[in-house]
């Protein structure tokens, strides 16, 4: 069973740092179509954060640009959210999600809590 592990999270000063990282069990990243960090605040809906594909192309929210830096590591199966700048508005539980054509799923990790302190 295909499982996606987040890690990283915290509480974080606003000008700090983090780094999510999302490792994921089994062998989907050879099948990947999109990898995507999305987060979700207290009483917001579920936002995209990045979005990546696995040609390569990688969109970011306006609300990181510039802060927020994906990356992936295929041989530790992991991909990455380097977090710099951080502000209170960043503060929301990050989730990590693939997607796959072969078959087609949907996997999310678990969430994990990102807390920036003013």
């Known amino acids: 069973q295909v499982q996606l592990v987040e890690s990283g999270g915290g509480l974080v000063q606003s000008g700090g740092s983090l780094r999510l990282s999302c490792a994921a069990s089994?062998?989907?990243?050879?099948?990947?179509?999109?990898m995507a960090w999305y987060r979700q605040a207290p009483g917001k809906q579920r936002e995209l954060v990045i979005g990546?594909?696995?040609?390569?192309?990688?969109d970011y929210a306006d609300s990181v640009k510039g802060r927020f830096t994906f990356s992936r590591d295929n041989t530790k199966n992991t991909m990455y959210l380097q977090m710099n700048s951080l502000k209170p508005e960043d503060t929301a539980v990050y989730y990590c999600?693939?997607?796959?054509?072969?078959?087609?799923?949907?996997?999310w990790g678990q969430g994990t809590q990102v807390t920036v302190s003013s």
């Open positions: 089994g062998s989907i990243f050879r099948s990947i179509f999109t």
């Open positions: 990546s594909t696995s040609g390569g192309s990688t």
């Open positions: 999600n693939i997607r796959t054509l072969m078959p087609p799923s949907d996997y």
